[in-house]
């Protein structure tokens, strides 16, 4: 763990910082409040969100080593469906063969490196828009143009570059580093604590993407205390409690508490009853959590969304919120009209939090801002800071 030492042993980072272009104040004095005690913490300095020296460390020693989301695997049910995703590591292919096995692949050609898909489909080959390169949906290389007289051309090496992938409960998780271990050492308990919602056992229905010009870090930790609701979102889901739970693995988690699920608007009754054998604690709310380092879930009583974070720079991320909703319910017939309430409330509290990140980030540029003291609402604010810093060379 991270030692709270405000000595001078500590590398010069204001000075290094700036040489890539950093308005930092990230000094070892500032980091030091930012991990001491919560009573007496203060927040993490400005540059810690504007610094491109920050994120460019936080790309190389976080997200190429970490498991990403990349959404739900029955959005590809047939042979032949693919999603192409973008992620920090580059873009990528999810696409199920035809033996009905769901595989990730860099999306790149292996020719010249040109982009081979886009959006959703389904394909029956992979062709590359550029030289007509060719590839099977299991990744191997199918046909390869006046390709005859390359010397020493290997057909089985230059199939598609598969990206490293796991599932659990229906979400598709990709890592870059074959070294990083498996995703259910990240989830610790987190199956555990959720297996009363049988995440397992519901379907996606709704996604939408925003794009935000803020630090990545910015929209988890806003996700993770409910200090800000009563004003944010005054006039959307309004004030709210909670606690925070106890986890192991990497990933954290607060309840915001409530008989009824909250993935509505208060003035509106959740159309879809609860989801049956919830245990003790699920009943008393609704699950945030942080699942290190870009995923959010939030599982409510009768359904669950995800927050799917996709850093750019240190000032812009795209953020991709999804629905989910068990089986049961997304087969009757007024479905649609029953689940508009909750899309509604997903996209409205996300585009709130966006709105107020935004201003945030620009004034963070200030030349006058100094970190103020944390709330003790803030514990877990301060836990996502620390989890980075811990994995970073400040």
Not at 204 to 231: F, P, R
Request: glycine share 10%; hydrophobic share 40%; charged share 20%.
């Amino acid at each position: 763990m991270r030692t709270n030492d405000p000595s001078g042993a500590k590398p010069d980072i204001h000075g290094r910082l700036a040489e890539t272009g950093g308005e930092s104040l990230l000094t070892p004095e500032a980091l030091a409040r930012a991990t001491a005690p919560l009573a007496t913490a203060h927040a993490m300095p400005a540059g810690f969100y504007t610094a491109d020296g920050v994120f460019a460390q936080e790309r190389e020693r976080i997200f190429l080593k970490q498991w990403v989301l990349a959404g739900r695997e029955e959005q590809t049910p047939k042979p032949g469906d693919f999603r192409a995703v973008d992620t920090v590591g580059g873009p990528v292919i999810v696409i199920r063969g035809q033996d009905g096995v769901l595989r990730a692949f860099a999306n790149f050609c292996r020719h010249r490196g040109a982009m081979l898909l886009k959006d959703s489909g389904n394909a029956g080959r992979i062709v590359c828009p550029y030289h007509a390169w060719s590839y099977y949906i299991d990744g191997r290389l199918y046909g390869c143009p006046d390709m005859a007289d390359a010397e020493g051309f290997d057909r089985v090496e230059n199939g598609l570059v598969p990206v490293r992938m796991e599932i659990w409960a229906g979400f598709i998780f990709l890592c870059f580093d074959q070294e990083a271990p498996p995703l259910v050492t990240t989830l610790g308990d987190l199956p555990d604590r959720m297996a009363s919602h049988r995440l397992d056992e519901m379907s996606c229905t709704w996604t939408v993407q925003l794009d935000c010009a803020c630090n990545w870090k910015s929209i988890l930790e806003n996700a993770m205390e409910t200090y800000h609701t009563g004003t944010v979102h005054r006039d959307s889901v309004g004030a709210q409690t909670s606690r925070s739970i106890a986890t192991t693995g990497d990933w954290l988690c607060i309840q915001v508490l409530s008989g009824r699920s909250i993935a509505t608007l208060p003035d509106q009754a959740p159309p879809f009853p609860q989801i049956e054998g919830l245990d003790d604690d699920a009943l008393q709310g609704t699950y945030f959590t942080v699942i290190h380092p870009t995923t959010q879930f939030a599982v409510a009583q009768d359904c669950m969304w995800w927050l799917s974070v996709l850093p750019l720079a240190a000032d812009r991320t795209i953020l991709e919120i999804g629905g989910c909703f068990p089986e049961g319910v997304t087969t009757l017939p007024d479905f649609a009209e029953r689940a508009a309430p909750y899309y509604e409330r997903w996209e409205q509290v996300g585009r709130e939090d966006v709105g107020v990140l935004e201003d945030q980030q620009k004034a963070l540029g200030s030349a006058l801002y100094r970190p103020g003291p944390l709330s003790g609402r803030e514990d877990q604010v301060q836990a996502i800071g620390m989890w980075v810093l811990d994995r970073l060379d400040l």
